[in-house]
C-alpha cells in the first residue's frame, strides 16, 4: 500500500528539507553556536494544551458538530420545499414559482454560495483573527432575519434573493470562524475530527426531510419558514460558547518538533496569510477533481423527491429517500474520514469514493430506477459513497502539510470548500437544462428512459471524474511506460 501511494504521488513531491532544520541558537537566547540546540520539552501545564487530545479540542469539536444543523438544516431538506413549492405553484408564490429550473437554483444557490464564499471568509478570518468573534452573532442575525423575510416572499426571485443568496451569507459566518478553530486544534486526528463534523451534517440531513414535510403539510410555508428562524436561533447560540481559538504560544508543542516550526505557526496564527499550496500541483489536480464531483453531486438530493413523484410513488417516498441518503453519509463520512488518518494516499481515498457512488447511479438509479426497492438501495450506496466525499479533503490537507511545513491548512480547506460551490453553484442551471433535454416520461423500463435520463447519466460521470486525481497520476506513469 505504501509503494502504491508513493507511486502516485511521486511526479509531484515537494522537498521538504528546508523544514526539518534543526533550531538555530539565537532562537533560544543563548547567543552561542557552539552548543547544540536541544528538543523543546512537551508541555504538560493547563495553558498549553496539546493538540488533538486536550478538553478544550474536543470541547471545540463537539461546537463544530452541534453548529452543522442550523447551518445546514435548510438546505439538505430543500428538495422538500423544491417539491411543495412546484406543486403548490401560484397558492404560495402568487407571482409565480418559475421554471422547475428556477425553484431547484435556490437550492444550490444558498448551499453553492455558502461554499463560494468560504475562500474570501477564511483569507479574512485568518488575516484579521479578532473579526472571528462577530462572525457568530452578525450571522445569527443574518440567517434568522432572511428566514423570517422569505415567509412572506410572493416570487422565486425574491427568494432565491433571500433564502439562496443571503441566507447563505448568514450561514458561511456561522462555518468558517468554527471550521478554522477545528483545523487549528486538530493535527493528527485531523481525518477523525473532520469526519465527525460531516457526519454530523449528515445526521441532520436524515431527520430534517420528514419534519420538513410533516410542518409544510400542517401548517403552510410561511409559518414552517419562521418555525425554521426561531428554531435556528435556539440551536446556533450554545455550540457559540464552546468556540476557542488555539493558543498561538502552544501551537503543537512536541519533543521533536523545532522552535523555528513553532515561530512559525505563532506567525500564522497572528494574521499571516500563505498561499504556499498555490506552487504544488497536486493542489490544483485534487482541486479539479473535487469541482467536477461538485457539478453532480447535489442532483440525487435535489430532485428525487420530484422523481418519485413523477413516477407516482407515495409522497412519503420523496422525503425517504433524502433521509437515507443523509442517513448512509454518518457512516460514509466517519470511515472514509478515519482512511486518511492510516496513512493512505488521498488520491487513492478519492477514488473509492468516487468509484462507488458512480456504480450506485449507474447500475442501480439509471438500471432499477423504476422499483422502490432499487432506490433505496441506491439511495444508502450514493449517501455512504458520495456523501463521504467530503471527508477526503482531510488527507489532502494532511499531504499538503507533509510536503511543505509552512502551508496554512486552514485556507486550502476554504479553497476545497470555494471549488465545491462553484460545482454547485453551476448544478442548478445544469440540472434544469438536462430536464428540458428530455420530455420523454415513461414508467416501464429503467431510469435512463424517464425525463431524468441525461440526469443519470451526467451524475455518474461527475462521480466518476472526482477520482481525476488518482487517473491523472496513472496517466502519466502509463505516459512514462510507453
Known amino acids: 500500500m505504501t509503494t502504491s501511494q508513493d507511486t502516485q504521488l511521486q511526479d509531484l513531491s515537494v522537498s521538504e528539507a528546508g523544514h526539518l532544520s534543526a533550531p538555530r541558537s539565537e532562537e533560544d537566547g543563548s547567543g552561542s553556536s557552539s552548543r547544540p540546540a536541544e528538543p523543546l520539552p512537551t ?7 496539546p493538540a488533538d487530545r486536550s478538553k478544550a479540542a474536543y470541547l471545540v469539536l463537539s461546537g463544530c458538530v452541534l453548529i452543522q444543523a442550523p447551518i445546514w438544516g435548510y438546505s439538505l431538506a430543500f428538495g422538500i420545499f423544491q417539491e411543495y413549492y412546484t406543486t403548490h405553484g ?12 428556477t425553484i431547484a437554483s435556490i437550492g444550490t444557490a444558498q448551499t453553492g454560495i455558502l461554499y463560494l464564499m468560504m475562500p474570501a471568509t477564511f483569507i479574512l478570518l485568518t488575516r484579521y483573527p479578532y473579526l472571528r468573534r462577530w462572525c457568530g452573532p452578525l450571522g445569527l442575525l443574518i440567517t434568522t432575519a432572511c428566514l423570517i423575510a422569505s415567509s412572506f416572499a410572493t416570487s422565486a426571485r425574491q427568494l432565491i434573493a433571500t433564502q439562496g443568496i443571503l441566507h447563505a451569507i448568514g450561514c458561511g459566518l456561522l462555518f468558517s ?14 481525518g477523525l475530527a473532520y469526519g465527525a463534523m460531516w457526519a454530523s451534517k449528515s445526521t441532520v440531513g436524515a ?3 420528514f419534519l420538513t414535510s410533516a410542518l409544510l403539510n400542517r401548517f403552510g410555508v410561511s409559518t414552517t419558514l419562521r418555525a425554521y428562524a426561531v428554531s435556528s436561533a435556539l440551536l446556533t447560540i450554545p455550540p457559540l460558547f464552546l468556540m476557542r481559538d488555539y493558543p498561538a504560544a502552544n501551537s503543537r508543542v512536541n519533543t521533536t518538533a523545532s522552535s523555528e516550526e513553532h515561530g512559525r505557526q505563532g506567525r500564522q496564527r497572528q494574521g499571516h496569510v500563505s498561499f504556499a499550496f498555490a506552487r504544488h500541483s497536486i493542489f490544483w489536480i485534487l482541486q479539479c477533481g473535487n469541482i467536477l464531483q461538485s457539478l453532480g453531486y447535489l442532483m440525487p438530493s435535489t430532485y428525487l423527491a420530484s422523481y418519485a413523484y413523477a413516477l407516482g410513488f407515495p409522497s412519503i417516498t420523496g422525503p425517504i429517500f433524502l433521509a437515507l441518503i443523509s442517513l448512509a453519509s454518518v457512516p460514509g463520512s466517519l470511515l472514509i474520514g478515519l482512511l486518511n488518518d492510516t496513512g493512505l494516499a488521498p488520491t487513492t481515498v478519492i477514488l473509492i469514493s ?9 447500475m442501480l438509479w439509471g438500471l432499477g430506477g423504476h422499483q422502490v426497492a432499487v432506490l433505496v438501495v441506491f439511495t444508502i450506496m450514493y449517501g455512504f459513497f458520495a456523501g463521504g466525499f467530503s471527508s477526503t479533503w482531510s488527507g489532502i490537507l494532511q499531504e499538503m502539510k507533509r510536503r511543505d511545513g509552512a502551508i496554512n491548512t486552514g485556507l486550502i480547506f476554504g479553497m476545497l470548500l470555494g471549488g ?3 460545482g454547485f453553484v453551476l448544478s442548478g442551471p445544469i440540472g434544469g437544462a438536462l430536464l428540458e433535454a428530455n420530455r420523454l416520461k415513461t414508467e416501464d423500463f429503467s431510469g ?3 425525463q431524468y435520463g441525461p440526469m443519470i447519466i451526467y451524475t455518474g460521470l461527475t462521480a466518476t471524474l472526482g477520482a481525476w486525481g488518482w487517473l491523472w497520476t496513472m496517466g502519466k506513469q502509463a505516459m512514462r511506460a510507453l
Not at 43 to 49: I, L, R, V
Not at 177 to 190: N, Q
Not at 354 to 362: E, I, R, T
Open 43 to 49: 508541555q504538560t501545564s493547563p495553558s498549553t494544551q
Open 90 to 101: 401560484t397558492t404560495v408564490l402568487p407571482d409565480g414559482p418559475g421554471t422547475p429550473g
Open 177 to 190: 470562524p468554527t471550521s478554522l478553530c477545528l483545523d487549528e486544534w486538530f493535527s493528527e486526528r485531523k
Open 207 to 209: 431527520g430534517m426531510p
Open 354 to 362: 468516487s468509484l462507488g457512488s458512480a456504480l450506485a447511479v449507474f
Open 420 to 422: 465545491r460551490g462553484l
Open 448 to 450: 435512463y428512459t424517464t
